[in-house]
């Protein structure tokens, strides 16, 4: 079955490659929105109408409707206790590693944070709460509580209510649980899906709205937050994990290979490679066949890469980053020796760049300090990797003295008359007769 992966391999001297990533685009696509006018689309507008209207009634009908789990609104919270008792059954190795992660990612979310730098013309305020989406129907995902819920505690906000699915036992899966007490958020709910996203907006009799939404999810999440932005805030829209890797002969095919399966394991997860070189393009190839059969999902891995995948070849480095700036890949890999940061250098377009062939993505997923929270789908020429900056607003200040005023009245009148706003400059000049 392995060797239908040689359709992943294209050379750039045809029309195939463009054909292919397109498809891939749109396959992207299908998988994070909604069509208006969709079955999808008019049932995600119920669920939140449903919501908006009923609140905490439509959230125990949902949750029992789609996470078969029966909940009464005092039972969405998680306890106190709950999470001091998930907190004390982590495996202690396990805790330290997470206490190492959490380190770093407050570390680095420090140094990037511009409410660290002061200007008399601006003054920076902390969002005052914030709604977390933590993905729990797969596999538990505390990483994701780390990565949204420390930036914001650096940028200063007071409150963080997070959001995640009963799927585990009828309850939220105590890592994740484990995590929260951690870092000391209390305000827990067993609440997934398009109603949960509802409920942070618009509130409920026991869940109070937040004002900004971010973190990942799966496409009714994530319209879901499309849909109700406006009323608050979101990080990003964000769909299938993706990589992109740029390897020359330099790269080790069989690192490139391990990388480009460690995000089709996710299923859907797109995993592309462009290279200059056709030896490694066939050693990667080759990999890329030995290594999806030694693992455990090899046939649902397989039609991701097939449906997502791509190793397509060059005529030269230059063509390979000016498609790889018009890709935007979520997570960019540069594989390339001793060119990999002039390579990274030159790129503008990604969610986050990892350098040299020791920076695999899971190095940013768990540990080095940028968030993983990143924009996929190409969003990455227009959206940015969450940080620390995204958990406050500016306010500009402004402060003119009578003396200020009066070198600058002429001016701002003579504007102001020429948008035929005459109360606007009247507002000036009745201070220069004082």
């Given amino acids: ?49 449903g919501v908006k209207e009923n609140k905490d009634r439509a959230i125990e009908d949902y949750t029992r409707k789609f996470d078969g789990v029966t909940l009464t609104p ?38 990037v944070f511009v409410g660290n730098f002061k200007h008399p013309g601006i003054k920076y305020t902390p969002i005052k709460r914030v709604g977390v989406c933590v993905p729990g129907a797969s596999a ?52 997934g899906g398009a109603q949960a996203v509802a409920a942070l907006a618009y509130g409920t009799q026991k869940i109070r709205p937040v004002s900004k939404i971010v973190g990942p999810g799966n496409q009714w999440v994530q319209m879901a937050k499309r849909k109700v932005f406006g009323v608050v805030d979101i990080d990003s829209i964000a769909g299938p994990s993706e990589v992109l890797i740029i390897a020359n002969n330099e790269a080790n095919p069989e690192w490139v290979a391990a990388d480009m399966l460690s995000q089709a394991e996710h299923a859907p997860g797109s995993a592309v490679v462009f290279t200059d070189s056709q030896n490694i393009a066939q050693e990667t190839l080759g990999a890329l066949k030995e290594q999806v059969n030694r693992l455990g999902r090899k046939e649902a891995t397989i039609k991701c890469l097939l449906k997502f995948g791509a190793i397509i070849v060059f005529e030269n480095i230059d063509e390979v980053i000016k498609q790889t700036d018009s890709f935007a890949a979520e997570h960019l890999e540069i594989q390339c020796g001793n060119e990999s940061r ?45 940080s620390a900056n995204d958990f406050i607003k500016s306010t500009s200040i402004i402060e003119y003295s009578k003396e200020q005023l009066a070198a600058s009245a002429e001016d701002i009148i003579r504007l102001a008359e020429a948008e035929g706003l005459d109360a606007h400059a009247k507002s000036v000049r009745i201070r220069q007769q004082s």
């Avoid at 008792?85 to 380190?103: F, G, M, P, V």
């Avoid at 505690?153 to 409150?159: I, K, N, S, T």
């Avoid at 920076?359 to 227009?382: N, R």
């Fill in 140 to 191: 538990p995902l505390p990483s994701t509580v780390i990565m949204t819920a420390v930036p914001a505690q650096v940028a200063g906000v007071e409150e963080i209510a997070v959001v995640s699915p009963p799927r585990y036992k009828g309850s939220i899966h105590p890592v994740i649980l484990a995590v929260c007490h951690e870092l000391r958020i209390g305000e827990v709910y067993r609440i």
């Fill in 1 to 49: 079955m392995s060797d239908e992966l040689d359709k992943v391999l294209i050379l750039s001297s045809g029309p195939e490659w463009r054909e292919r990533l397109c498809e891939i685009r749109a396959t992207v696509r299908r998988a994070t929105y909604f069509e208006d006018g969709s079955d999808e689309n008019k049932q995600l507008n119920a669920i939140l109408s």
């Fill in 74 to 111: 005092e039972g969405f919270r998680v306890s106190q206790e709950e999470l001091k008792t998930a907190h004390a059954q982590i495996d202690k190795e396990l805790l330290n590693s997470i206490r190492r992660a959490i380190k770093n990612v407050r570390k680095y979310q420090r140094e």
């Fill in 342 to 386: 002039r390579i990274a250098e030159q790129i503008q377009n990604a969610g986050a760049i990892f350098i040299g062939d020791y920076s695999p993505v899971a190095v940013g997923d768990y540990w080095a300090g940028p968030s993983h929270t990143l924009p996929t789908g190409q969003t990455a020429k227009f959206f940015s990797a969450l």
